[in-house]
Each structure stands twice: as C-alpha cells, then as structure tokens.
C-alpha cells in the first residue's frame, strides 16, 4: 500500500487550475476515518476537533475543508494551520497541523 498526504490546499487550487492537483482531487467524496491534530502543546485537541464539522464518517468535501481552516483560525491560538489528507484502501486520514502563537 503506497500513503501518500497531499495538503488540502491543493483540492482548491485544483478547482481554479484544470488539470493542477489530480491527484489531490481523488481523495475528495472518500470517507474521512481519523482526524488527527498535530503540533498543539497548549490547547486541547478537542478546542480543535469541538469547533470545526469535519467529523469522521463524513466525505472529504472541498467546502467542509476550506471551513475548517476558517474556523481554526478563528480561535485565534495559531499563527499557522494545515489541512493534509492521506489516502488509506479504506478512506483518508486528515492531519490537522497547528502552530501555536
């Protein structure tokens, strides 16, 4: 089994640049199994998971992604955040990457 984890930012870009991140576009509508948060040292884990709506059991959707940033962000702990996803046989995992302030 090839993993391979592709920042979430690449599924928007591909909607405005045919042909840019087809590989990334194949992960959308698949079934998110795990969210995992990386990089916290402060800020609780659920602080993440408790104001965003991506859930596990949900499809990778573009707009739901695109949210999530918006809603991390606006908790205003971080000076950076990413969204990545890795492809599994059974669905994808999304890496919630944060920097704190």
Known sequence: ??????????????LA??????AATTLLGQRILDIKVQGIEKVETEAILDNIKL????????????QALKDIYRLRYFRDVKIEAEATEEGVIVFITVVEK
Do not use: N, W, Y
């Not at 640049?17 to 087809?22: K, S, V």
């Open 1 to 14: 089994m090839t993993s391979r984890r592709l920042p979430l930012l690449i599924l928007l870009l591909a």
């Open 17 to 22: 640049l045919p042909g840019a991140g087809q």
């Open 55 to 66: 859930r596990v059991g949900d499809l990778l959707r573009t707009e739901a992604t695109a």
